[in-house]
């Protein structure tokens, strides 16, 4: 049967979550479809190599939190799972500069600095944004590398979603005055990437999800969107499969009024395109969807020592950062002791050139220092001596997504990437002089990820765009309150409508445009005069 209702939403990230909770609160009936699976505090793995746990591959039974995608031109890291990156990420919630907004590639119709920043610090209310209280070695060798850099002036802690409190006490619900969860104090253990075990991280099922079920949403688990269909009453329908039926069906067929899709970049443009060029159940889709795609600026490398006195692993995941030029800011990244599954993507740190050369420059460095990184390759615990740097830039570089056979079917993306106005850069010289520079201050050896050495392909766990916010359907997918051009009461809210490289961690971003995009909703008209929207109440309970 056909479940019907006001709103379905694709996807329950920080696009998805919002939207729900905000469409609930002014009284329309919500459904939340989600490809991943829900899970509890105690059930996240307790490393990262329990990958049935871990990584996102139903194709082999993997019904994890952290999927891994590599398209021809970029490989990409993201979460899934009812919460979405929130999940798997950092932790990092952080505001872009005023100066990105006033960028080129952002419609000039709206003062996005005014119309944003009141919703960026509803946003920051709350995801329960905090400044990192505790400087672990990770982070005060990131101090160091400041220095090393000649920006000792621009290091700080992060600001991060995550109940410190007392370490392992819970108390009640500190962030909406008694009504939300019951929270567990932070104990930094590290494990932010793999599923935070204690129930410390602000992931969206303690905020945003938790008050949209509250206020009447229902959330679909373990449900793909894969064809929606305009009705003859100018609703939209939403077939699924499950993605546990080994034959791809079981699933359920919704209707809604209005249809947001929220299924993260590489999600609803897939989805998107599919149904403009495969279904053809949406043909007078945008032809920009699938272009304009960004990788936030990003590049991935690291360094690991050889000192065995010394830990990494405690902390929140990210816990400082430096900029060490007006368009770049640098990480500090960790995973707890034990989870060394990642470092099969390490190599030894390469240099500039193609994917002729590097792996040449690569193989040069092995043979003049071969003792070093035969260490590095039986390291008792890669995690606990690692230093992953994540480097952000806002300078501009962008592929096109288009349909097609992945790389690797394996993880049945369906996606793959293209040129497009120049090539993502897989070397950035202020990423390799951190990285020489921080193995240098730790004791160790520079590392690159591997796709950036053999393939050219940078990696990224911020994908952007693809289905950018423009002025007309010649400019981008989206108009600038989010509907699809082409099609009414279907919209995109996630990084898909992202327009520019932002420099920072994204999802506070999104999580702002989101908060935007659902203040321009009217109280349901079906609710009746006599509705009052529930509030929310902000700080401890007195």
Not at 37 to 59: D, G, H, I, Q
Not at 101 to 121: I, S
Not at 212 to 239: H, N
Request: proline letters at 6%.
């Amino acid at each position: 049967m056909m479940q019907e209702y006001d709103v379905v939403v694709i996807g329950s990230g920080f696009g998805g979550a919002v939207s729900a909770m905000r469409l609930a609160q002014k009284g329309y009936k919500v459904a939340v479809i989600e490809e991943g699976m829900a899970w509890k505090n105690c059930e996240f793995p307790k490393s990262n190599w329990r990958v049935t746990k871990y990584l996102w591959a139903p194709v082999i039974r993997c019904f994890g939190i952290q999927r891994i995608s590599l398209l021809r031109k970029l490989m990409i890291l993201h979460g899934v799972g009812v919460g979405g990156g929130s999940l798997v990420y950092a932790n990092t919630l952080m505001r872009p500069e005023e100066d990105i907004f006033r960028g080129p590639t952002w419609p000039k119709a709206v003062d996005w600095v005014k119309e944003l920043w009141p919703h960026f610090e509803i946003a920051k209310k709350m995801l329960g944004v905090a400044t990192n209280p505790y400087l672990a070695p990770n982070d005060l060798a990131m101090q160091t590398l400041g220095q090393k850099m000649g920006v000792a002036e621009t290091f700080h802690a992060t600001e991060v979603g995550i109940f410190f409190g007392k370490p392992e006490v819970e108390v009640p619900d500190p962030y909406f005055s008694g009504d939300g969860p019951t929270r567990t104090g932070c104990h930094f253990c590290g494990s932010c990437m793999i599923g935070c075990p204690n129930g410390a991280k602000n992931t969206l099922d303690k905020n945003y999800l938790y008050f949209a079920q509250k206020w009447g949403a229902k959330i679909f688990p373990g449900l793909r969107a894969e064809k929606i269909a305009p009705e003859s009453d100018g609703s939209y329908s939403v077939a699924t499969v499950s993605v546990r039926a080994c034959c791809g069906n079981g699933g359920v067929t919704f209707k809604g009024k209005k249809v947001v899709f929220a299924a993260g970049a590489l999600g609803t443009v897939k989805l998107l395109l599919k149904n403009r060029d495969i279904y053809k159940t949406l043909p007078k889709l945008s032809k920009k969807i699938g272009e304009d795609v960004r990788s936030n600026g990003e590049s991935l490398l690291g360094a690991s020592t050889f000192d065995q006195e010394q830990d990494f692993s405690k902390g929140v995941a990210i816990g400082a950062a430096i900029h060490p030029d007006p368009y770049t800011k640098i990480e500090g990244v960790r995973y707890p002791a034990g989870s060394d599954l990642l470092r099969f993507f390490a190599v030894p740190l390469a240099g500039d050139g193609n994917c002729i050369v590097r792996p040449l420059k690569m193989a040069w460095r092995f043979f003049t220092k071969p003792f070093n990184f035969l260490r590095l390759l039986f390291l008792r615990d890669w995690a606990k001596s690692t230093i992953i740097l994540l480097v952000m830039q806002s300078v501009e570089s962008k592929i096109k997504l288009t349909l097609g056979r992945p790389i690797l079917n394996f993880f049945r993306l369906g996606l793959k990437g293209q040129r497009q106005q120049g090539d993502i850069p897989s070397y950035l010289p202020v990423a390799q002089d951190a990285a020489v520079k921080l193995a240098d201050i730790i004791k160790g050896e520079p590392q690159n990820i591997f796709s950036e050495v053999f393939f050219q392909t940078p990696a990224t766990a911020h994908i952007l765009g693809g289905a950018l916010i423009g002025g007309n359907a010649e400019e981008g997918a989206v108009d600038v309150n989010h509907e699809l051009f082409g099609y009414k009461g279907l919209y995109v809210s996630d990084a898909s409508i992202v327009p520019s490289n932002l420099a920072v961690n994204p999802s506070l971003t999104i999580t702002a445009l989101t908060e935007r995009f659902a203040a321009h909703f009217p109280l349901n008209p079906a609710v009746g005069p006599s509705f009052k929207p529930p509030v929310i109440q902000f700080g401890a309970k007195e």
